[in-house]
């Protein structure tokens, strides 16, 4: 009986032997593979430096070459800039020599407002491509529709601030001089942020005369935040009723020719002014007209 106690005793003892041996061998094991894999990364080592190297020059002559076109964007930037302050320049010029009697030629500045519309909004400037003439568009903020703003910045025309909503309801826009200068601030941001134009021409929704009592003092805080405002001459009627094609054409036609600088209204949304637009052109080249797209120290700009 003692005997087989002292055996039954011993048998826990000889599996936590047995256990410590087999954890120490796989330690061993383990250690030995960690080695093996050291050795391979080691080796490894140099051609994964090399190829990251190679790599950092790519990416460091992609960024170069990235850095080096954009100065040359910023560089044609201000080539446009330039050009663009020395055409307005001579256009001002003018303006004064026909203010002055100093010029038989007649100044007209074709405006389009309420754009940009998806369907029209590419016609008119087809046509006004066609004639090689410049405009003005008084848009407002609209989402979905940024090629079409693209266009006109980019076909060179003057793109101007008809504020964000054109909310001509009692608690809209005219409700106090502050909820009119946020709506233009908003349509000037998204203008800006999106296509990096800054506009500094605008149109009262329905005319200045729609501010009634605020107009003085909207006026002023324009003034401080940079804007002038531009009315209308001449117009084709499209924005208080559906009139026919002759309707509008005499609608300019018949006024324009007692005008030697004339500021036209129109809309790009109107099919029967994109059908009369180009007679009236030709109309008004005949009237002696050249055609100019609008800008801030034209004299038609009130500040």
């Known amino acids: 009986m003692a005997k087989t106690g002292r055996k039954s005793k011993s048998v826990p003892v000889l599996i936590l032997l047995i256990a410590a041996l087999l954890l120490v061998?796989?330690?061993?094991?383990?250690?030995?593979?960690?080695?093996?894999?050291?050795?391979?990364?080691?080796?490894?080592?140099?051609?994964?430096?090399?190829?990251?190297?190679?790599?950092?020059?790519?990416d460091t002559l992609t960024l170069q070459q990235l850095q080096e076109e954009t100065e040359k964007m910023d560089h044609l930037d201000e080539a446009a800039e330039e050009k663009k302050a020395e055409f307005f320049q001579h256009a001002k010029e003018l303006e004064d020599r026909v203010r002055n009697g100093e010029s038989d030629v007649k100044i007209a500045y074709l405006?389009?407002?309420?754009?940009?519309?998806?369907?029209?909004?590419?016609?008119?400037?087809?046509?006004?491509?066609?004639?090689?003439?410049?405009?003005?568009?008084?848009?407002l903020e609209k989402d979905g529709r940024d090629d079409l703003y693209q266009r006109v910045i980019d076909n060179g025309h003057t793109l101007a601030n008809h504020t964000a909503s054109h909310d001509l309801s009692s608690?809209?826009?005219?409700?106090?001089?502050?909820?009119?200068?946020?709506?233009?601030?908003?349509?000037?941001?998204?203008?800006?942020?999106?296509?990096?134009?800054?506009?500094?021409?605008?149109?009262f929704p329905g005319g200045s005369s729609q501010a009634r009592d605020l107009k003085g003092p909207i006026v002023e805080r324009l003034r401080e935040i940079g804007y002038g405002y531009v009315d209308w001459d001449t117009t084709t009627g499209d924005g208080r009723n559906s009139g026919t094609v002759d309707e509008y054409i005499?609608?300019?036609?018949?006024?324009?020719?007692?005008?030697?600088?004339?500021?036209?209204?129109?809309?790009?949304?109107?099919?029967?002014?994109?059908?009369?637009?180009?007679t009236i052109i030709e109309g008004m080249q005949e009237q002696g007209y050249i055609f100019l797209p609008l800008f801030y120290d034209s004299y038609k700009i009130k500040k």
């Open 25 to 58: 061998d796989g330690s061993l094991l383990l250690t030995e593979r960690k080695i093996a894999s050291l050795q391979r990364s080691s080796a490894e080592l140099p051609q994964k430096t090399a190829a990251l190297q190679e790599k950092l020059q790519e």
């Open 111 to 139: 405006t389009f407002d309420d754009g940009p519309y998806r369907d029209t909004t590419g016609t008119f400037l087809d046509i006004l491509e066609q004639y090689d003439i410049l405009a003005t568009f008084f848009y």
């Open 171 to 203: 608690g809209g826009i005219y409700r106090s001089v502050d909820t009119f200068i946020a709506d233009v601030q908003e349509n000037r941001s998204f203008i800006q942020d999106r296509f990096g134009y800054t506009t500094t021409i605008l149109r």
């Open 250 to 278: 005499h609608g300019v036609l018949d006024v324009s020719a007692d005008y030697d600088i004339n500021v036209v209204l129109m809309h790009d949304y109107s099919v029967n002014t994109h059908i009369a637009l180009p």
